[in-house]
């Protein structure tokens, strides 16, 4: 089955400044690859995702880029504030329809 | 977000207990998922139904089972509960619409805390 790895676990920045998140799976065959916000104490919710016929998606200060070849997909935030501070899932849906969560990476911007 | 709505929010139970968590939504849609989140281990798939007569096995699991009432309903069940099963659990839908479009998107319940003591 689709294995999805995250990186950092963990991340730091300065309010305004950029984070970047990475994510890998292992199905070639993975067409979706969302991202999660979970802000503490609450469920997860979508923030952008990607198909597998796109590069490149934007929407306002988050972007995800995915280069299938690699098998990597990555979201970043730009011009960070204390709001995005949260825990950030990626994950990868495969031809079976599974979908497979990162570990999840936990931000912090500092003001 | 109350489309998807789960009970109860929080459970403390004993080891060997059976217990029930349920699942509705009004959103309409066809699939539903149950997750499961650990610190530093993220959402595990637990079981997915496609339809009310489609059960399927996730990622893990061994001592669980589910139940599909109805398109709007899906529960949760430990039938015998252990300490290595308290987590927070999650309830999902989805309006799968194939080749990956738009009706992939998740939609998650708000959680329930389980403690097994």
């Known amino acids: 089955g689709e294995n999805v790895e995250q990186h950092p676990s963990t991340l730091s920045v300065q309010e305004g400044d950029s984070a970047v998140i990475k994510c890998t799976y292992s199905?070639?065959?993975?067409?979706?690859f969302p991202w999660y916000k979970q802000e503490l104490g609450k469920r997860p919710q979508l923030i952008i995702d990607i198909r597998s016929n796109v590069g490149e998606k934007k929407d306002q200060r988050i972007a995800v880029t995915l280069n299938k070849t690699a098998k990597h997909f990555s979201l970043h935030i730009t011009e960070t504030q204390p709001e995005d501070s949260a825990v950030y899932f990626c994950a990868a849906q495969d031809n079976n329809n599974d979908m497979r969560f990162g570990a999840g990476t936990r931000l912090t911007v500092k003001p | 977000d109350a489309d998807v709505t789960q009970t109860p929010r929080n459970r403390i139970t004993k080891t060997g207990k059976r217990i029930m968590l349920e699942c509705s939504q009004t959103k309409g849609h066809d699939r539903m998922y149950w997750y499961r989140q650990d610190p530093g281990l993220g959402l595990r798939l637990i079981y997915y139904s496609f339809d009310v007569k489609d059960i399927n096995k996730g990622e893990i699991s061994d001592g669980y089972s589910v139940s599909r009432q109805a398109q709007a309903k899906f529960s949760l069940s430990l039938e015998s509960a252990i300490p290595n099963q308290t987590a927070l659990y999650f309830c999902a839908t989805s309006d799968f619409v194939g080749t990956g479009g738009p009706g992939d998107t998740q939609y998650f319940g708000p959680g329930t805390r389980l403690t097994v003591l």
């Open positions: 199905d070639s065959a993975s067409n979706y």
